[in-house]
């Protein structure tokens, strides 16, 4: 058995509304929504998934809605500050056409030796795909996106702080990870076997303003163990090193506990288990709304309040 932290388990951000951000991530992007849901702690609004196939581990990103203008967030110092993805390097030609079929700028740039594309998603959070020759995952692929061109995962949490030392120290110490390289104002640490989706670039910004939590920003990022010893474990080690850590939370799809960084960055370990199947089957993950058992005798009024969310429209360029 193996209580190791192995890398990224997923990422929670916050949109303004689940329409645009469902047809963003889904229709140009191509990920799977792979659960539709709510907001445990917020039945009125949607928390939705997107991933490869079956959402695995690494593949993740899910979003909250807070809609409307006041509710808007600051990228900023204390955040992850950008969502990166990882594709094979023939697939950049191919995502820089789709991109500016759909008017969204986008820039290229080098970094660690792999070629990047930087953008930004419909809530102006920095989105990133990342030229990776070595993932070998598959990505989903029905979703009108040739499969050798398809998202395959997360690639790295892009961390922005202030003051890196803590940063760089929890992650090293508390948490698996080994120092792959530093350039510039960034440090690249990798968990389990590395690679993309075990990544976590940590950048030092000592002149960086604060982030602002709200739509438009990343909430938290999580990161993964196989199953329930190993986060109980993790969830010793980072309480001996003085995290004040939650108790665990059953997320129906995994469990997690959540402590805070030094710097303020909300962090989540999560399980591998029992994944996204354990309530509709694989085939139709996301089809239908999931809710946990203590919203289920609300079901009619939550979903009279709900938006509905349409498939993303065909043909959207590329
Ligand atoms: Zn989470």
Do not use: C
């Not at 991933?51 to 967030?73: E, K, N």
């Not at 789709?98 to 930004?120: D, N, Q, Y």
């Not at 939650?246 to 402590?259: K, P, Q, T």
Request: charged share 20%.
């Amino acid at each position: 058995m193996n209580a190791s932290l192995s890398g990224l388990h997923h990422v929670t951000a916050i949109a303004s509304d689940p329409q645009a951000n469902h047809d963003f991530y889904t229709g140009l992007l191509g990920l799977r929504l792979v659960k539709k849901t709510v907001n445990f702690d917020d039945p009125s609004a949607y928390h939705l998934y997107y991933g490869d196939g079956s959402g695995s581990p690494g593949t993740i990103l899910t979003f909250f809605y807070w809609p409307g203008q006041a509710a808007r967030g600051r990228v900023g110092a204390g955040q992850m500050t950008a969502i990166s993805f990882s594709v094979a390097p023939a697939a950049l030609d191919y995502w820089a056409d789709r991109l500016a079929a759909r008017g969204i700028a986008a820039e290229r740039r080098t970094r660690f030796g792999e070629v990047v594309i930087a953008f930004a998603d419909s809530d102006g959070i920095p989105v990133e795909l990342v030229a990776d020759a070595a993932d070998r995952r598959a990505g989903w692929a029905q979703a009108g996106i040739p499969a050798e061109y398809a998202i395959r995962g997360l690639h790295t949490a892009q961390l922005t702080v202030r003051a890196a030392a803590t940063t760089e120290e929890l992650l090293v110490r508390e948490m698996d990870f080994r120092l792959v390289r530093r350039e510039g104002n960034r440090a690249r640490f990798e968990a389990g076997p590395g690679g993309s989706g075990r990544y976590v670039d940590v950048i030092a910004d000592a002149a960086a303003r604060p982030g602002a939590g709200g739509s438009g920003t990343v909430h938290h990022v999580a990161f993964r163990v196989a199953d329930d010893a190993g986060e109980l474990a993790l969830h010793s080690r980072l309480a001996l090193a003085g995290y004040h850590v939650s108790g665990v939370r059953d997320r129906n799809y995994f469990r997690s506990i959540y402590y805070r960084e030094r710097n303020g960055i909300l962090f989540e370990i999560a399980t591998d288990v029992p994944g996204f199947a354990v309530d509709e089957p694989a085939a139709e993950l996301g089809t239908a709304l999931k809710l946990p058992a203590q919203f289920e005798p609300h079901r009619a009024e939550i979903e009279a309040a709900l938006p509905e969310i349409h498939p993303a429209g065909q043909g959207v360029g590329g």
